[in-house]
């Protein structure tokens, strides 16, 4: 006797064997517009955790289910390699980044085979290959020549652990511990600190190398509109990101000493009714003015010594100093004080504000810690009355000033000052920044540039790419900056001795268009096919976490988008639908090696433990990990597994159809249009809950009589596809034992072989009477019923039901029914059944007809024989009646003895 227990290690490696024979998951190089799903390439970090083994079984069983269903199917892998740990961890280990990283490959790619993932390894890529860095350095070229690479000055966010610059979105606030900044718009406040490493950041000033995203930000914004396959939550996440407001620009004169004559200092607001409540300006420590009035005040010098120190730590609303120098408030006239604040952002809109501090949170704290009077020119529109000296009032209202304003709503208020105000004009500003790609580490894309005393920068030849990494050599700082044979070169332009950019780019540009280069990962003469590219994109499922929204995911589309611009591309947005996979949680905490409660993928079975990540729940919920949990999953394997194999060994089977045998080949029908639409729309959760039905509906069916040969394969072989793409170990065993053409990962998906828009009817018929018996048999105290006989209302009353329920005229409904000669023959029941609807109009369901619903019951009679052990009749009332009054469309009577 065969084997009845199924061991997923004991076939893995067979069926391995079988799909890379038969090339299954290889897509035909002359596929047209195959179905490209895609999970966020990981980072090489040596081994698979549970939110891999979540993200990609998500894209597995999708494409899985897609090429079953006759698509061309994408689904590619490779490594994101590049980056600090890897470099950190050679250092660690005495070895260098590559060794390391491609030691983590093996390893994580030997996982993502055990767990049986169906990934086209023909096109897999490595960032950190020179065969694939050398087209970023290729990009870099392009951009640079189409204006879209800026080389400056900069105050950079400087992280001391890493020795390496951060890019904004890098920089995060300590409680949280989240990889991400903050997405509601506003700048970072609190202590900040690395992403990676959680080390307090500094800030420092150097050249650096920056992708002028900027040039994108409305185009970014405004594609978020047509991004309905996004989740809104990214969507917003992005947009706040990007900060757009629409305001105006306000230029006050300012006098004192340090200031030449008059000086003019420009201020973004979008509260420009609120001017005539300006009571100070304040100046970041960074602004120009800040620096002059410096160099005359040592008071103020010593505050911008003691603000630089404490770099991006925690920002005190309260810090700041008044200077000697003074504005005019270009409305009213006024001389204001002049602040230096640590709140004040240079990077944000001009780093200069008016300080209104009845109507601003943060002008009103400045404001209390420094005694700076506030005036409220904006009532409530109620005319309630307002208190600014415990907390500012700032909605719109009605301005309260002395001017031909007074009494005007602030939206007019607004437009009014635009036009009549010299000193203001329209603005609009992001809160966005470029994109600084530079990081002063080894393990990166060398940046193409030659620095020479004559030319400066300079281009390296397209001819000369790929600039490749020189042997690794630890030490403290930069690498490349150590190794004279790297650093020392020609220049290109002149011929002079110069020397090669030190900086290696940022690695979210490895990953802002590596799905573009699976598409073609062998062409050697251009980074992508652009013919390929326009038919196969966008890439229809992409599946990653939120924490990416506004790093990796916005990148994605500003590199599509530059591309496009170059002519490499004809679409402008890489991805149709995004999935944000939710965490696995065990303890209530998301796994971590710090918080020691991480399981392993492969301790429970690396299938079983991929079939309870899909079953547990919604993929972008979070779940509990729980031992029980998983234990439903291994249960369900072992089920259909011995279900399979002791069919195979010839179990008794019969040729004649009875009633009960229809209806279980109805309920196959059932979960297949059920499962198909789970599936569409990546409910894996629901699509296993049903599969686990049909197990157990299937198996009683056998339990109950010999089973119909037929119905009871066609039961199992459909079983069988259904779980493939979720099991796919499972799935190709249960489909070699039933006899299926070919491996089951190549097979049709299961078709329901009769009507099924109405499923959801049946089912809910079947599943109510069930629980009516049960209920009757329970209050009744009925242990061990005689007989059971289920009545199903006369045809009259299902007419009647159908007539209310899509009447547009509820108060003529029943006078229209009685209108009918056949329904005036029945009479008093006809108008009093009619009447009791007409008050449910609004509320009725649709029902079967009267002849489905009795051979639907006739067929479904078998499983109350089989639970109770007992004689079931199904009929159908007469007209009139005891029975026809108790009888209603989707609720027969029931009569048990």
């Known amino acids: ?286 602004h120009d003015l800040a620096e002059r009035l410096a160099a005359g005040d040592d008071d103020v010098a010593a505050f911008l010594e003691t603000a630089r120190a404490e770099d991006n730590g925690e920002v005190v609303a309260e810090a700041g100093i008044e200077t000697d120098a003074t504005a005019v408030n270009p409305l009213t006239g006024e001389q204001l004080p002049v602040y230096v604040a640590s709140y004040v952002l240079d990077d944000v809109g001009y780093g200069a504000v008016m300080g209104v501090p009845a109507h601003n949170e943060r002008d009103h704290e400045f404001a209390t810690e420094h005694d700076i009077p506030m005036t409220v020119v904006v009532e409530p529109a109620d005319g309630s009355a307002v208190d600014v000296g415990s907390e500012p009032f700032t909605d719109d209202g009605i301005l309260a000033v002395d001017s031909d304003l007074d009494g005007v709503a602030s939206g007019e208020a607004r437009e009014r000052l635009l036009s009549e105000l010299d000193a203001a004009a329209p603005e609009v500003t992001y809160r966005l920044r470029d994109w600084l790609i530079s990081r002063q580490r080894y393990w990166g894309t060398p940046i193409p540039i030659v620095h020479c005393d004559d030319c400066g920068p300079v281009l390296v030849p397209e001819s000369d790419l790929p600039i490749e990494l020189p042997e690794y050599v630890q030490t403290t700082g930069n690498p490349l900056a150590e190794s004279e044979a790297f650093v020392k070169t020609i220049c290109p332009e002149c011929g002079a001795p110069a020397e090669r950019e030190t900086d290696t780019m940022d690695t979210f540009v490895d990953s802002s268009w590596y799905f573009l280069r699976f598409l073609s990962p062998d062409l050697d003469d251009a980074p992508f096919d652009s013919k390929r590219a326009n038919d196969w994109l966008p890439i229809d499922v992409y599946v990653g976490g939120e924490e990416h929204a506004i790093l990796h995911l916005l990148y994605i589309r500003f590199f599509t988008r530059a ?73 369900l394997q072992q089920q259909l597994y011995d279900m399979t194999q002791s069919f195979v060994e010839r179990a008794a089977v019969r040729d004649g159809r009875e009633p009960h045998d229809e209806y279980v080949a109805r309920e196959i029908d059932r979960t297949v249009a059920a499962v198909t639409a789970d599936y569409e729309r990546f409910r894996f959760h629901r699509a296993v809950s049903e599969i686990r039905t049909l197990a157990g509906l299937v198996g009683q069916y056998r339990e109950y009589d010999t089973p119909n040969e037929t119905v009871y394969r066609r039961g199992l072989r459909v079983l069988a596809r259904l779980i493939a793409p979720m099991a796919p170990f499972l799935g190709e065993e249960m489909w070699n034992l039933l006899r299926g053409d070919g491996p089951v990962a190549t097979a049709a998906w299961p078709e329901p072989e009769s009507a099924v828009e109405r499923a959801d009817l049946e089912r809910s018929l079947v599943e109510t009477l069930r629980k009516d018996v049960r209920e009757i048999c329970d209050v009744a105290s009925i242990d061990d019923p005689a007989t059971i006989e289920v009545v199903v209302a006369p045809d009259w009353k299902f007419r009647v039901h159908e007539t209310v329920r899509t009447s547009d005229e509820t108060d003529a409904v029943v006078g229209e029914i009685m209108s009918d000669k ?76």
């Not at 006759?70 to 250092?91: K, T």
């Not at 949680?585 to 993928?601: A, D, E, I």
């Not at 619903?853 to 109350?864: N, P, Y």
């Open 1 to 286: 006797m065969a084997e009845r227990r199924y061991d997923q290690g004991r076939v893995k490696e067979y069926w391995q064997y079988v799909w890379d024979r038969e090339d299954v998951y290889e897509l035909d190089e002359d596929a047209s517009d195959p179905t490209y799903v895609l999970g966020m390439f990981p980072y090489t970090s040596g081994n698979l955790h549970m939110g891999h083994v979540r993200n990609y079984t998500i894209t597995d069983a999708y494409a899985r289910y897609r090429r079953m269903q006759g698509d061309d199917v994408l689904h590619p892998m490779g490594w994101d390699a590049f980056g600090l740990p890897a470099e950190n961890a050679a250092y660690e280990r005495r070895t260098d980044p590559r060794a390391w990283t491609q030691l983590c490959i093996d390893r994580m790619r030997e996982g993502m085979e055990s767990l049986g993932f169906g990934y086209d390894w023909s096109r897999e890529i490595t960032t950190c290959e020179p065969s694939y860095y050398r087209w970023n350095q290729h990009f870099f070229r392009q951009f640079y020549e189409a204006g879209l690479v800026e080389y400056e000055a900069a105050t950079v966010n400087w992280c001391p652990d890493c020795e390496t610059v951060l890019a904004d979105a890098q920089v995060v606030e300590a409680p949280d511990g989240h990889r991400e900044s903050a997405d509601d718009g506003e700048p970072f406040g609190g202590s900040e600190v690395c992403w990676r490493c959680e080390t307090p950041v500094e800030t420092r000033e150097l050249d650096q190398w920056f992708f002028t995203i900027t040039d994108y930000a409305e185009e970014l914004l405004a594609g978020l509109d047509d991004l309905d396959g996004w989740p809104d939550s990214v969507r917003e996440i992005q947009r706040n990101w990007i900060g757009k407001q629409e305001g105006a620009q306000v230029t006050f004169d300012v006098e004192g000493p340090g200031v030449d004559s008059v000086d003019a200092v420009d201020v973004f607001t979008t509260r420009l009714d609120t001017i005539a409540g300006a009571t100070y300006l304040a100046v970041s420590p960074e």
């Open 822 to 897: 056949a329904m005036q023959q029945i009479g008093a029941p006809v108008q009093e059944f009619a009447t009791a609807l007409q008050a449910e109009n609004r509320t009725l369901q649709p029902v079967l007809s009267a002849d489905e619903e009795v051979t639907l019951l006739d067929r479904a009679a078998w499983l109350l024989r089989d639970e109770f052990d007992t004689a079931v009749t199904v009929r159908q009332a007469d007209r009139t009646g005891d029975e026809a009054a108790k009888a209603a469309p989707g609720k027969p009577a029931i009569y048990i003895e």
């Open 563 to 635: 591309l496009a611009d170059i002519g490499l591309l004809d679409v402008r947005e890489p991805v149709r639908q995004l999935i944000n996979q939710g965490t696995v949680l065990h303890g209530g905490q998301k796994m971590s090696k710090t918080g020691g409660n991480v399981v392993s993928p492969h301790e429970y079975g690396a299938e079983t433990t991929r079939l309870f990540v899909l079953s547990a729940a919604h993929p972008q919920q979070d779940f509990e990990w729980t031992a029980r949990s998983v234990s439903s999953a291994y249960d």
